[in-house]
Antibody, heavy 118, light 110 residues
Framework: EVQLVESGGGLVQPGGSLRLSCAAS????????MHWVRQATGKGLEWVSP???????YYPGSEKGRFTISRENAKNSLYLQMNSLRAGDTALYYC????????????WGQGTMVTVSS | QSVVTQPPSASGTPGQRVTISCSGS????????VNWYQQLPGTAPKLLIY???QWPSGVPDRFSGSKSGTSASLAISGLQSADESVYYC???????????FGGGTKLTVL
């Protein structure tokens, strides 16, 4: 059974940093693209960042220069290093696995909550 | 404001067929595949339809997807109370160079 378990969320002050982790199991982690998706409380879904099987990354929005996605295949783990955090980054962060088609998030973790507040 | 637009709400009665629309443009829906997600209250989203009209394993065929031009639709037939959920469409946008989600449609089963 595919499992994705996020951790590392918490309360951080504006300008602070957090490192999110996602432990994957039940599949061959190294051969799947992985993404982070976030959701502010009561709001919709927002794509954060992808990482390919070769470690190729992309940062589509305001996260550019502040967030770094990485993976450690030997540990079946996905990470998101978040720096210079802002109130607008407050959200539930989901780790997702792409399967069946491009950008089709076939599996999701339960999410880890990040709250940026003074 | 997302570049792909969904109605904020939809409703139907048990057994009815309802459709949820996702309206975009030539740079997203008109060119790329649409995926649909269901998010039950308090849970993570679940992939419901991929590549416009394909079912992931385990998804009942009461759910179906379609696309025409720059709009996509999710249809749910034989509506059940368990289908009360928020539904999101998602598609790659060539202009933005990014994946965009619709704002979500909250389905109420009356």
């Amino acid at each position: 059974e595919v499992q994705l378990v996020e951790s590392g969320g918490g309360l951080v002050q504006p300008g602070g940093s957090l490192r999110l982790s996602c432990a994957a199991s039940g599949f061959t982690f190294s051969i799947y693209d992985m993404h982070w998706v976030r959701q502010a409380t009561g709001k919709g879904l927002e794509w954060v960042s992808p990482i390919g099987t070769a470690g190729d990354t992309y940062y589509p929005g305001s996260e550019k220069g502040r967030f770094t996605i990485s993976r450690e295949n030997a540990k079946n783990s996905l990470y998101l290093q978040m720096n210079s955090l802002r109130a607008g980054d407050t959200a539930l962060y989901y780790c997702t696995r792409v399967a069946v088609a491009d950008f089709a998030f076939a599996n999701w973790g339960q999410g880890t909550m990040v709250t940026v507040s003074s | 404001q997302s570049v792909v637009t969904q109605p904020p709400s939809a409703s139907g009665t048990p057994g009815q067929r309802v459709t949820i629309s996702c309206s975009g443009s030539s740079s997203n829906i008109g060119t790329n595949d649409v995926n649909w997600y269901q998010q039950l209250p308090g849970t993570a989203p679940k992939l419901l339809i991929y590549s416009d009209n394909q079912w992931p394993s385990g998804v009942p065929d009461r759910f179906s997807g379609s696309k025409s031009g720059t709009s996509a639709s999710l249809a749910i037939s034989g509506l059940q109370s368990a289908d009360e959920s928020v539904y999101y469409c998602a598609v790659w946008d060539d202009s933005l160079n990014g994946l965009v989600f619709g704002g979500g449609t909250k389905l109420t089963v009356l």
